[in-house]
């Protein structure tokens, strides 16, 4: 079985509803922004060197594909996947990693390839966190699931000033 079903060929998607959408459809793209960053974080993993780090990346990859579906659905089967448990995690290595990292004004991406990896990560999920937030305004979207994504981008920008300390490992 091939997985070219052919049935896009027209430019329609299925969502998990099984309702079929224009492919530039809100959910469509707001769901696609988000598998892009899921994308992205799987490449920067790759020139991460801290275990910690990685397995961070993973479980935050593991709350992204929930987010695609809870995204990809119309029928809302799939609502609040992300709860408070989640941003608290997030909240939680925010604060973990701005005690180590001192900030001292703009900072310009791509000091390292382990940081410049993960500023482009912080870039698609800010473009994602906006697609989700037009989503919202025609079809409402937990709340839970728009603070996780504001807060993960924050959570990004810490992680990628991190991996430029030279006591990282």
Request: glycine letters at 6%.
């Amino acid at each position: 079985m091939s997985i070219a079903t052919k049935t896009g060929d027209k430019g329609k998607t299925s969502l998990l509803s099984g309702e079929r959408v224009w492919k530039d459809d809100p959910r469509v793209e707001a769901y696609g922004a988000v598998d892009e960053l899921n994308s992205f974080l799987g490449d920067a993993k790759h020139t991460i060197k801290n275990g910690p780090l990685k397995k961070i990346i993973e479980n935050i990859q593991k709350d992204l594909f929930r987010i695609c579906a809870e995204l990809a659905d119309n029928s809302q089967k799939f609502n609040n996947v992300i709860g408070n448990s989640e941003i608290e995690i997030l909240n939680e290595l925010l604060e973990q990693y701005e005690k180590k990292i001192k900030l001292t004004g703009f900072i310009i991406p791509g000091n390292s390839p382990e940081s410049a990896k993960l500023d482009l990560c912080r870039s698609v999920c800010r473009r994602a966190e906006r697609k989700i937030i037009t989503l919202n305004n025609i079809s409402l979207i937990s709340s839970e699931l728009i603070k996780y994504i504001n807060r993960l981008s924050d959570l990004l920008f810490i992680l990628a000033r991190s991996v430029e300390d030279p006591k990282y490992i």
